[in-house]
């Protein structure tokens, strides 16, 4: 059983949701890293997604574009991402970590030796923004040789045949993106993200986060009475952007920490897990 359905099944018998900070690899700098992710574990993380850096990021708003352009000023490259993996595996070995990111570095490195490697790190699970589904079947076989999870975005836009394209592939969860937009982007409209989630459970069986729009824990709480997980990037990496070096890990534990309480408020009656 993956780490990624050991967790969702934990969360699930304790009428939990789960939490999913998404940090950018090599932001602010190498070397904080890994001290960073055990950090989002020690806050309370459950699954930790890791945007592999890239100087074109079509999908994500100018606080995660300049948390890449941080770290690919250090030379950050998708390889040192899966360095960065095994080094926090060393003393984690239960926490699911999701690598986030875009085609063209794991194409520059072949799917069979991207998939090898990211089995042997410790990799649970893949998210490609710019993969469509229809076009993914051969990079999901590889995905599946390795039991590494190809995890698929969902939008409010989505059409009906995608989205019963996606049921059928994807494993781990399915990050359903709350609004039109980049990452960063506000105007959640909670009762529009409950009637989509009430549709995509008609069809997806796999636990399903919520993630764009979630700046606080009012709003962490609101989106985790709806949804299995919440995803939360941006406001994060503000956090991180913003503080002095000495105080990094501590600021990023107290607003971890905040969500993951919020998060844990949070009624499950409307829930799937």
Same mark, same amino acid.
């Given at each position: 059983? !993956?780490?990624?359905?050991?967790? *969702?099944?934990?969360?699930?018998?304790?009428? &939990?949701?789960?939490?999913?900070? *998404?940090?950018?690899?090599?932001?602010?700098?190498?070397?904080?890293?890994?001290?960073?992710?055990?950090?989002? /574990?020690?806050?309370?993380?459950? %699954? =930790?997604?890791?945007?592999?850096?890239?100087?074109?990021?079509?999908?994500?708003?100018?606080? =995660?574009?300049?948390?890449?352009?941080?770290?690919?000023?250090?030379?950050?490259?998708?390889?040192?991402?899966?360095?960065?993996?095994?080094?926090?595996?060393?003393?984690?070995?239960?926490?699911?970590? %999701?690598?986030? @990111?875009?085609?063209?570095?794991?194409?520059?490195? @072949?799917?069979?030796?991207?998939?090898?490697?990211?089995?042997?790190?410790?990799?649970?699970? /893949?998210?490609?923004?710019?993969?469509?589904?229809?076009?993914?079947?051969?990079? /999901?076989?590889?995905?599946? &040789?390795?039991?590494?999870?190809?995890?698929?975005?969902?939008?409010?836009?989505?059409?009906?045949?995608?989205?019963?394209?996606?049921?059928?592939?994807?494993?781990?969860?399915?990050?359903? +993106?709350?609004?039109? @937009? /980049?990452?960063?982007?506000?105007?959640?409209?909670?009762?529009?993200?409950?009637?989509?989630?009430? &549709?995509?459970?008609?069809?997806?069986?796999?636990?399903?986060?919520?993630? *764009? @729009?979630?700046?606080? !824990?009012?709003? #962490?709480?609101? +989106?985790?009475?709806?949804?299995? #997980?919440?995803?939360?990037?941006? &406001? =994060?990496?503000?956090?991180?952007?913003? !503080?002095?070096?000495?105080?990094?890990?501590?600021?990023?534990?107290?607003?971890?920490?905040?969500?993951?309480?919020?998060?844990?408020?949070?009624?499950?009656?409307?829930?799937?897990?």
């Amino acid at each position: 059983m !993956s780490r990624i359905t050991i967790v *969702f099944d934990k969360l699930r018998q304790q009428n &939990r949701k789960a939490l999913i900070p *998404f940090i950018t690899a090599g932001d602010p700098e190498p070397a904080m890293m890994v001290p960073l992710m055990h950090e989002l /574990v020690k806050a309370g993380a459950d %699954v =930790i997604e890791l945007g592999v850096p890239f100087s074109d990021p079509m999908a994500d708003g100018p606080t =995660i574009q300049r948390s890449s352009e941080r770290a690919l000023k250090h030379n950050v490259s998708l390889k040192h991402v899966l360095a960065m993996v095994e080094e926090f595996r060393k003393s984690n070995a239960f926490t699911p970590v %999701v690598l986030m @990111g875009y085609a063209n570095p794991i194409e520059a490195i @072949g799917y069979e030796t991207f998939t090898a490697r990211a089995k042997v790190c410790g990799i649970d699970g /893949v998210l490609t923004v710019d993969y469509p589904p229809e076009e993914s079947e051969e990079w /999901v076989k590889y995905l599946e &040789r390795q039991q590494i999870a190809p995890i698929f975005l969902l939008s409010p836009t989505t059409p009906q045949a995608r989205i019963e394209h996606v049921a059928k592939m994807a494993k781990g969860y399915i990050y359903y +993106v709350s609004l039109k @937009g /980049v990452t960063g982007a506000s105007g959640l409209d909670l009762s529009d993200v409950a009637s989509k989630l009430a &549709r995509l459970r008609s069809i997806i069986s796999i636990p399903i986060g919520v993630g *764009f @729009g979630i700046r606080d !824990s009012t709003t #962490a709480k609101a +989106v985790a009475e709806l949804a299995d #997980a919440v995803v939360i990037g941006s &406001r =994060i990496i503000e956090e991180i952007e913003c !503080s002095p070096k000495e105080e990094l890990l501590a600021n990023v534990h107290r607003l971890v920490k905040s969500l993951r309480s919020a998060v844990d408020e949070a009624s499950p009656q409307h829930a799937n897990l």
